[in-house]
């Protein structure tokens, strides 16, 4: 999904189109789990056998008595955020955080502007912090091949997105690589450390204007 208020205008269809794929995919990724639903019970057994024989990465118990409450405080948090990205954070924030969830072993927490998702974070926490240090106003762009897209950024927050942007537009950043490579950057489990990488090799190239501090 993208959020009610981006403008979108004068994109590259097929780019847009390819992008909305990758991040579809992004964002359905997360740690493996097996769900056990209690009532009140003070133990469930061994959870490291249990996490053992089902193969995943963690075990979530959930409390009956809570799940009212919980999914009571979810329907708020929708009804009172505007912002989809923010949305997802606090949603796994509240889940993460209510007394009825409990996630063996606990998720880790990171706010670094440079960090990539941490266990049991929304996948799309990371991309939050980055745009956080965006300027307000100014654009980052991705040219791919034949595809270009770019955002303008405020508060925060993607505003406008186009393949058409303006002459004297203000670029924070602007990447310049194959396609395949900014693929394997969005669908990494840290895109920052991903795109470290490529740059390092020099699969992607990196303009950042001057006075901006930028994770990569």
Same mark, same amino acid.
Request: with cysteine; net charge negative; glycine share 10%.
């Given at each position: 999904? /993208?959020?009610?208020?981006?403008?979108?205008?004068?994109?590259?269809?097929?780019?847009?189109?390819?992008?909305?794929a990758? +991040?579809?995919? #992004?964002? #359905?990724?997360?740690?493996?789990?097996?769900?056990?639903?209690?009532? @009140?019970?003070?133990s469930?057994?061994?959870?490291?056998?249990?996490? !053992?024989?089902?193969?995943?990465?963690?075990?979530?118990?959930?409390d #009956?008595?809570?799940?009212?409450?919980?999914?009571? !405080? +979810?329907v708020? +948090?929708?009804?009172?955020? %505007?912002?989809?990205? %923010?949305?997802?954070? !606090?949603?796994? !924030?509240?889940?993460?955080?209510?007394?009825?969830?409990?996630?063996? &072993?606990?998720? $880790?927490?990171t706010?670094?502007v440079?960090? @990539?998702?941490a266990?049991?974070?929304?996948?799309?926490?990371?991309?939050?912090?980055?745009?956080?240090?965006?300027?307000?106003g100014?654009?980052?762009?991705?040219?791919?091949?034949?595809?270009?897209l770019? $955002?303008q950024?405020?508060? @925060?927050?993607i505003?406008? /997105?186009?393949? *058409? =942007?303006? $002459?004297?537009?203000?670029?924070?950043?602007?990447?310049?690589? &194959?396609?395949?490579?900014?693929?394997?950057?969005?669908?990494?489990p %840290?895109?920052?450390?991903? +795109? #470290?990488?490529?740059?390092?090799s @020099?699969?992607?190239?990196i *303009?950042?204007?001057?006075?901006?501090? =930028?994770?990569?």
């Amino acid at each position: 999904m /993208i959020d009610p208020g981006v403008a979108i205008v004068d994109v590259d269809p097929e780019a847009f189109a390819h992008l909305n794929a990758v +991040l579809s995919k #992004r964002d #359905r990724s997360g740690p493996s789990s097996v769900t056990v639903v209690h009532d @009140g019970i003070e133990s469930v057994g061994d959870l490291a056998s249990l996490r !053992q024989a089902h193969g995943v990465d963690e075990v979530v118990l959930l409390d #009956r008595r809570g799940l009212d409450d919980l999914s009571g !405080q +979810l329907v708020e +948090l929708a009804r009172q955020t %505007d912002d989809q990205g %923010d949305l997802l954070v !606090q949603c796994r !924030q509240a889940y993460v955080g209510h007394w009825a969830v409990t996630i063996v &072993p606990p998720p $880790a927490t990171t706010n670094a502007v440079g960090s @990539g998702p941490a266990e049991g974070e929304s996948g799309w926490a990371p991309v939050q912090r980055l745009l956080a240090s965006v300027p307000d106003g100014q654009w980052v762009a991705a040219m791919a091949g034949e595809w270009s897209l770019a $955002a303008q950024v405020r508060g @925060g927050r993607i505003v406008r /997105i186009t393949s *058409d =942007w303006p $002459a004297d537009a203000v670029m924070a950043a602007s990447l310049r690589g &194959p396609v395949a490579a900014f693929d394997e950057v969005l669908s990494a489990p %840290d895109p920052l450390a991903a +795109l #470290r990488t490529r740059v390092a090799s @020099g699969e992607v190239a990196i *303009d950042v204007r001057e006075g901006i501090e =930028w994770p990569a």
